[in-house]
């Protein structure tokens, strides 16, 4: 059983934070890559945040700067930790893993994110 759960979304005003989390199972955690997607209403599923199997980070344009992708293998999670939220990073966020030799990626069902005053 592969299982990837978020959980930390909500309501919050711009300006403000969130930490998203993504509890892993049923899959060396450790051996994969970890993506952070959003989609927005009416627009397609974008990639904001990634680590890679070693830790190594990368992040969009629209987020750098603001965002930050982390990952305790210990415990089987990825974060995404949203500094200085706008109203357009209103969305859906999906976690996703893809094995470090790639292939097939597994995903979360999403957490929404709302930010509005």
């Known amino acids: 059983q592969v299982q990837l759960v978020e959980s930390g979304g909500g309501l919050v005003q711009p300006g403000g934070s969130l930490r998203l989390s993504c509890a892993a199972s049923?899959?060396?955690?450790?051996?994969?890559?970890m993506n952070w997607y959003r989609q927005a209403p009416g627009k397609e599923r974008e990639l904001v945040a990634s680590i890679s199997a070693d830790g190594r980070n990368n992040y969009s344009y629209s987020v750098k700067g603001r965002f930050a992708i982390s990952r305790d293998n210990a415990k089987n999670t990825v974060y995404l930790q949203m500094n200085s939220l706008k109203p357009e990073d209103t969305a859906v966020y999906y976690c996703?893993?893809?094995?470090?030799?790639?292939?097939?990626?597994?995903w979360g069902q999403g957490t929404q994110v709302t930010v509005s005053s």
């Open positions: 996703s893993g893809r094995h470090r030799r790639g292939g097939y990626a597994y």
């Open positions: 049923g899959f060396t955690f450790s051996e994969y890559a």
